[in-house]
């Protein structure tokens, strides 16, 4: 069985749990996403439960993309216990370098435990490296083939598996590379694609335990469900309902047979 297959298979025999603490902005469709898929999703952000929840979740996944410091403080208690239980951590760095507080942020979470993967636009990527990168508030202005550099750095300071979302995704770890060549340029158009991509590499983190191919397997299904989306949808408002219905009726053997791996 093709691993892509063995893994949207597993993912939707099992419904992970999967526990986000994201951003007020995508919070509904990246729950809507992860249904979709074949995911359970939670999304707990109160300090007093975050331990807990990451305790019986699959995966979690941290996003920064609206930060408080009683958010940030749960995003470290959070990423704590699930390191401390082997769980996976996805991070989205949402904004990287746009400003002080969440560059300061970052670091502070990075301190606190190593993701097992990173999933970006690459001028988040190259901030989060600490290579430049300039970003237009959470857009990037860069493109993913500039930040292999910056994302295999990343990989190998931090152990972990970087994703570097645009026209061609990149996944890196250490000496590991897979381009995907797959999406479609209206994804860019609406609100959440990112974030529900980084919540979907959670969900495959959850059931396929090489992070290096979950995270090949969550971009190859956006990017496959992005272009089945645009069948159906050529703009943005109805492009976001077709891509969840396109999440939902993806058969595994229709992501083998369109997904673009290099």
């Not at 090949?216 to 976001?240: H, N, R, Y």
Request: with cysteine; hydrophobic share 50%.
């Amino acid at each position: 069985m093709n691993t892509l297959e063995h893994d949207l298979n597993a993912l939707r025999a099992t419904a992970p749990l999967v526990h986000n603490i994201t951003n007020y902005v995508v919070m509904n469709y990246t729950a809507n996403a992860l249904l979709a898929v074949g995911a359970s999703p939670v999304m707990a952000h109160a300090i007093e439960e975050v331990e807990e929840m990451a305790g019986i979740a699959g995966a979690l996944v941290i996003n920064i993309g609206t930060l408080s410091a009683p958010w940030v403080q749960a995003m470290k208690l959070a990423m704590k216990k699930a390191a401390d239980l082997g769980k996976s951590i996805v991070l989205d760095p949402v904004g990287a370098g746009a400003t002080g507080y969440r560059n300061t942020v970052l670091s502070e979470l990075l301190e606190t435990a190593a993701p097992t993967v990173i999933r970006g636009n690459a001028s988040e990527i190259l901030a989060l490296a600490g290579l430049g990168g300039q970003t237009k508030g959470v857009d990037s202005t860069a493109s993913s083939m500039s930040s292999l550099d910056a994302a295999h750095s990343l990989s190998e300071r931090l152990g972990c598996v970087v994703s570097v979302s645009g026209a061609i995704d990149v996944i890196v770890q250490k000496n590991r590379v897979a381009y995907v060549e797959n999406g479609h340029p209206l994804m860019t158009k609406v609100t959440g694609m990112g974030c529900s991509a980084s919540a979907i590499a959670g969900a495959f983190c959850a059931v396929q335990p090489d992070s290096f191919q979950a995270a090949v397997s969550a971009a190859a299904t956006m990017g496959v469900c992005g272009q089945l989306a645009f069948s159906k949808a050529t703009a943005p408002g109805s492009f976001q309902i077709a891509f969840l219905d396109a999440l939902a009726e993806l058969a595994p053997e229709k992501l083998v047979e369109l997904a673009r791996i290099r």
